[in-house]
């Protein structure tokens, strides 16, 4: 890639910024393939989709919203990517950075980013009422995600703030980030094939979270892609303190300058940890003496209540207060999102 070319592509940091005829090859079609067509179209780039099997009712759309879709077998280079010639190629989480197409990028200079890049570099579409773009929190791990980042919306929205859950499995980042209402926090879920994009994001494209949490890691997770939800967080690295590999990614993560480790489990908590004392769940990391104290968050009974009462689900609320107040929620915002929370 020429010294133009990537000093233009740094450049691309804004959804304000000039993304008129950047040529653009989209590798897959599935809801977050064509939330990356439609936010591209919308900037008005020239897109190419690609797809092996693309599903009937989105294929139909790809002309209309002025992109292209070109179907075939994807196990080698098709001619119409050759002539494209793209200067960026975004994939979804279904192609592995090591895949013919990705790989042939890379050869012919073109970027190579996922949805979450594009996402990050456009997330200032809709600004809050500071004129700042709303601020990202992201969760990881082999399981309890999905429950984890709408309790934690939960929470927040219950704390007064716009907030929703997106990314994978839900609604695409993109979709949240255009989302004409605005949010102040999106709490995004990112798959390890996200994250193994993400992997090779500079500065202008690798998400500067508030908080993130990686909340187990199965012994055949990629454990590498999986550590890279910690990079560049600002304030909290929630982790699974009964879980020796995520305490590792928590230890090795490259975050931003004062950022805490905060640890999750269902025993004792020590400072700068959230646990469970007698039955009741317990922040000490973000009390005012943390060493000393502690202040409640619910109660297990009062989970039980709601149906939240097994071992699994009473983590999932702490890593969700964790999160919460890393963002700034107050102890009762934490509280009426549980109170209101339904599963």
């Excluded at 990517?81 to 192609?95: I, L, R, Y």
């Excluded at 550590?227 to 303190?241: I, P």
């Excluded at 879980?243 to 025993?267: C, F, S, Y």
């Amino acid at each position: 890639m020429s010294g133009d070319a990537t000093a233009r592509l740094d450049g691309l940091t804004s959804w304000h910024a000039d993304w008129t005829g950047l040529r653009v090859l989209v590798l897959g079609l599935d809801p977050v393939g064509f939330s990356v067509v439609d936010t591209l179209a919308e900037l008005g780039s020239d897109v190419l989709v690609i797809d092996d099997a693309a599903p009937e009712d989105l294929a139909r759309l790809v002309p209309v919203i002025g992109a292209r879709l070109e179907s075939g077998p994807l196990d080698a280079v098709p001619d119409a990517a050759n002539q494209f010639a793209p200067e960026v190629v975004v994939a979804t989480d279904a192609f592995a950075p090591s895949h013919p197409i990705l790989a042939w990028a890379e050869q012919t200079g073109a970027a190579v980013w996922g949805d979450a890049e594009l996402a990050w570099r456009v997330r200032d579409k809709v600004a809050r009422e500071t004129g700042e773009p709303a601020e990202w929190l992201v969760v990881s791990g082999s399981a309890g995600k999905s429950t984890t980042i709408a309790l934690t919306a939960t929470m927040l929205v219950a704390d007064g703030r716009r907030a929703a859950p997106c990314g994978a499995g839900g609604v695409p980042i993109l979709d949240a980030v255009r989302d004409p209402q605005g949010f102040d926090a999106l709490v995004v879920e990112l798959s390890e094939g996200q994250l193994r994009h993400l992997a090779a994001a500079g500065a202008p494209g690798a998400p500067v979270p508030r908080a993130s949490a990686c909340l187990g890691a199965a012994d055949d997770a990629d454990h590498s892609a999986l550590g890279l939800v910690y990079r560049n967080s600002v304030t909290a690295c929630v982790y699974n303190r009964t879980d020796a590999a995520t305490m590792r990614m928590v230890e090795e993560a490259d975050v931003t300058e004062g950022a805490r480790a905060i640890g999750v489990g269902l025993d004792t908590p020590g400072p700068s940890d959230v646990g469970v004392v007698d039955g009741i769940l317990a922040d000490r990391a973000f009390v005012e003496n943390r060493r000393t104290s502690a202040a409640e968050i619910a109660t297990i009974e009062q989970l039980a209540e709601r149906g939240l009462a097994e071992p699994h689900l009473v983590f999932d609320v702490l890593a969700a207060a964790a999160l919460a107040r890393a963002a700034g929620a107050e102890l009762a915002g934490v509280a009426r999102g549980i109170d209101a929370f339904r599963r």
